[in-house]
C-alpha cells in the first residue's frame, strides 16, 4: 500500500484532470508545481519520505535514489528513460513501471502530417493567407510514391512505415538494430 506519492512529472501535475485523478485517489499526494526538476538536490528534496514516485525527465541516478532509502515503486510518465539508471533502481530494490511506446501513434501520425504539410506548402499558404495574400503558387507534391527515410525504427518508426504502406513509398530505414 502506498503510503505516500511523490508526482515530480510537471506534465501530470500540470494537467488539470490527471491531477483531478491523481488527488482523488491520493489526496496526501505531493505534486510538483514548477517547472521541470532538473537538480538532483530539488528533487531528493520533494521526494523525501515519499514511498512512491511518478516520474517525468527528472535524473533517477545513483546518487538520487542512495538518499531516498524509503523508495521502493516509481512510475514513469512519458517518453524515453534516459534519465533513468535502471542498474541503480535494481539495486535499490525498487520496483519501476513504465509502458514502453504508449505515445507511438500520436507521434508517428504527427511525422506523417509533417510529410503531408512540408510537401504541400500548409505552413506558408496559410501564413500568406493570413495576411490577405493570394498565392498563386499552390501546387504542392505528394507523398505517394515517394522514397522516405526513417532514422530510428523503433516503436515510432515502426508505426510511421505501417501508416506510410497506403501512400506507396519506399522505406529506407536506419536503426541501431538490423
Known sequence: MIRQLGVSSSSVCRHPVMRRILLEAYPEARLWD???????????????????????????????????????????FGAGCETLDFEALKRHGIRFGYS????RLAVAELAVSFMVAGLRWVGPLNQAMRNRERPRNRDGRLLTGRTVGIHGCGNVGKEVVRLLQPYGCTIIACDVRD
Open 100 to 103: 514502453f511506446g504508449v505515445n
Open 34 to 76: 514548477g517547472d521541470r526538476i532538473t537538480d538532483e538536490d530539488v528533487l531528493i528534496e520533494f521526494l523525501t519520505g515519499c514511498d512512491a514516485a511518478i516520474v517525468g525527465f527528472e535524473p533517477i541516478t545513483a546518487r538520487v535514489l542512495a538518499a531516498l532509502p524509503q523508495l521502493e515503486i516509481m512510475g514513469k
